[in-house]
Nanobody
Framework: QVQLVESGGGLVQAGGSLRLSCAAS????????MGWFRQAPGKEREFVAT????????DYADSVKGRFTISRDNAKRTVDLQMNSLKPEDTAVYFC?????????????????????WGQGTQVTVSS
């Protein structure tokens, strides 16, 4: 079983930056595509960013393009989300997700159903 643990959330003013990190408990050999999603109160979980197994391909939600950057380090078993120029509407709980590499998922993976493993989430609050 793969466990994902997020860190790096917090409170920041609009225009500021935060870097989220997600650490995997198992060898990245078994982890394929990874992604970040977010969920605001009363709203459905929404796609933020995804990165392919080798890290060469990325995709982003239109709402974060040009502001957020996803990256991964398979040797360190981590995937990060650098968030710049934050807006109050970015406030949400952010979740890290991973696809089991043995399943051979599609690309780009933008639906929660594309992922097999989830972290517990980390709160990001952007004040105006």
């Amino acid at each position: 079983q793969v466990q994902l643990v997020e860190s790096g959330g917090g409170l920041v003013q609009a225009g500021g930056s935060l870097r989220l990190s997600c650490a995997a408990s198992t060898r990245m050999l078994y982890i394929g595509t990874m992604g970040w999603f977010r969920q605001a109160p009363g709203k459905e979980r929404e796609f933020v960013a995804t990165i392919s197994r080798g890290g060469s391909n990325t995709d982003y939600a239109d709402s974060v393009k040009g502001r957020f950057t996803i990256s991964r380090d398979n040797a360190k078993r981590t995937v990060d989300l650098q968030m710049n120029s934050l807006k109050p509407e970015d406030t949400a709980v952010y979740f890290c997700a991973a696809d089991d590499a043995r399943h051979g998922g599609a690309w780009p993976a933008k639906s929660p159903n594309d992922y097999d493993y989830w972290g517990q989430g980390t709160q990001v609050t952007v004040s105006s």
